[in-house]
């Protein structure tokens, strides 16, 4: 497998740097940060673990795959049974029901470029047993947080999707952000997605009982 290479990251249709005329003035600092930034596709991963997990990793992806890369990640951590996560920025995320993993993926299904784009949306996924811990959850800006007690797993996906571990990392929400909504009527689009999870979040079958030998 050729070793992937860090490139320029796609930023999401609702995440951009700010034009001068949108920072307060006299903001010349902010216009110089913004100039040297290095936003590039990659992970970084820190292996002294925490509560219930071995591992986490940060990683950028470019925003047409950020939904893939988050659902192999889901099927290659967690078990049959998760919880969907739904947020939204700066606000504590809603938890979902335990329900089939297959299911919990599915609720954000309807709303896959909405969940990529939008600058205000969060989403994740969870599985939380036996004081271990499995979680993808991704940050409005449109990066991955992963906690895992399986890193090389977490590793061996993020190389496959070409994405490069770093010894450091940048992310586009270090530095000055405009974060935009997605309806094409000029409307806040993230009310509507939110609500149409949410719903769905009633309508998921319980988790299936877990075999006992």
Do not use: C
């Not at 999401?12 to 010349?28: A, D, H, I, Y």
Request: aromatic fraction near 10%; hydrophobic fraction near 40%.
């Amino acid at each position: 497998m050729d070793i992937p290479i860090a490139k320029p990251l796609i930023f999401p249709k609702g995440v951009r740097f700010p034009r001068k005329n949108e920072l307060p003035p006299g903001n010349e600092e902010g216009l110089e940060r913004i100039s040297r930034a290095n936003i590039v596709t990659g992970y970084i991963r820190d292996d002294e673990g925490g509560a219930g997990f071995k591992s986490y990793f940060e990683a950028n992806v470019h925003a047409p795959n950020v939904f893939e890369v988050f659902r192999e990640l889901a099927e290659s951590l967690l078990p049959d049974i998760a919880a969907p996560i739904l947020g939204l920025e700066d606000e504590d995320p809603v938890f979902g029901p335990y329900t089939t993993r297959d299911e919990a993926l599915t609720v954000f299904q309807p709303h896959i470029d909405a969940l990529q784009n939008d600058g205000f949306l969060e989403f994740g996924i969870i599985f939380a047993s036996d004081d271990k811990i499995e979680e993808i959850y991704v940050k409005a800006s449109k990066y991955l947080q992963i906690w895992t007690n399986q890193p090389e797993i977490v590793s061996a996906v993020l190389i496959r999707n070409s994405i490069p571990r770093s010894r450091t990392l940048e992310f586009i929400d270090e530095y000055p952000m405009v974060s935009l909504s997605l309806d094409p009527g000029g409307n806040a689009h993230w009310p509507s997605v939110t609500e149409a999870i949410k719903t769905a979040f009633d309508s998921l079958p319980a988790a299936p009982t877990p075999n006992v030998n």
